[in-house]
């Protein structure tokens, strides 16, 4: 005799099961994206980290980390973005730097790529790291959308690490703040406010950032302004490790606090200009620097 209780619980197995199996192969069949370009060099590492190096179908200019980017086709440079190179190159994810990419640049992309019925579906997204902290949530969010969680929440883990051990460093209360003059440029003499990334940097390894509430994330300042805030160490940022910097301009007021201590220090723009991982290198430069003058 049957007993209508076991068939009923039969029934509810199977359609269980049923719904496991559907839902598995769902899962599987997810598709991420698998054609990247990026537009600034530092997303190129951003997606590294992420774990997607090998989807890299094409670059920006000056992108030189990891090594196997070097040879990939360049689809833009900080002036222009060649659309026709990027659509032959089919890809299924941009990513772009929103404080480096014109906003003429970014309607024309999302014109091409988002509007187009010539065009498979693509994802446009953009990224503007403010703090250190913002670069892990860019490696955990391409991670994401990579289907690459893995490696990206490990090397996002990392960077909190040593920016907290930065932080135990040379964030100590004991310790008096240092004054810090970033030079951008000498010509006209340009310097950042605290919006920018290398406010933040300037603030973990204990130093009192001269001109930082400024309006513009990029001011144009004085000579004789910066002679009156009297900075510490001067920092600036160059293309390449054989470069060296003119300091004349600041070496010749004897009375300045950063001409007494010798303390003008030229950084590679590759390791402090690029908000990816690298950063460290120089974030670590800035810190060590910041507390041999202090």
């Known amino acids: 005799m049957r007993q209508p ?152 883990h990392q960077l909190r690490s040593d920016i907290a051990e930065l932080k135990s460093l040379y964030q100590n209360p004991h310790k008096r703040n240092v004054r810090v003059f970033y030079q951008v440029w000498a010509q006209p003499l340009m310097t950042l406010n605290q919006d920018h990334l290398i406010g933040n940097i300037i603030q973990i390894c204990g130093g009192e950032q001269l001109f930082a509430q400024e309006k513009l994330l990029v001011p144009t300042v004085s000579r004789e302004s910066v002679i009156k805030a009297n900075p510490e160490i001067i920092f600036t940022a160059v293309d390449s490790q054989r470069m060296k910097t003119d300091w004349s301009i600041w070496s010749a007021v004897p009375q300045l606090a950063a001409t007494q201590k010798k303390a003008f220090i030229d950084l590679d723009g590759d390791t402090i200009s690029r908000a990816s991982p690298r950063i460290m290198q120089g974030v670590k430069k800035i810190c060590a620097e910041i507390d041999r003058v202090r």
């Open 5 to 156: 209780g076991l068939n009923a619980v039969l029934i509810v197995k199977i359609a269980l099961l049923t719904a496991l199996h559907f839902a598995g192969a769902a899962h599987s069949q997810q598709t991420f994206p698998q054609r990247i370009i990026t537009l600034a060099p530092h997303l190129t590492e951003i997606v590294a980290a992420a774990g997607g190096a090998d989807r890299l179908v094409a670059v920006s200019a000056y992108s030189n980390s990891p090594d196997s980017v070097k040879n990939l086709p360049i689809t833009s440079d900080a002036r222009s973005v060649d659309l026709e190179k990027m659509k032959q190159l089919r890809p299924d994810l941009i990513i772009y730097w929103r404080g480096g990419t014109s906003e003429g640049q970014i309607e024309s992309i999302k014109k091409i790529f988002l509007q187009s019925l010539l065009t498979k579906q693509v994802q446009v997204i953009a990224v503007e790291p403010k703090k250190l902290d913002d670069i892990a949530k860019d490696i955990e969010m391409v991670g994401k959308l990579l289907g690459t969680e893995n490696v990206a929440n490990k090397n996002a």
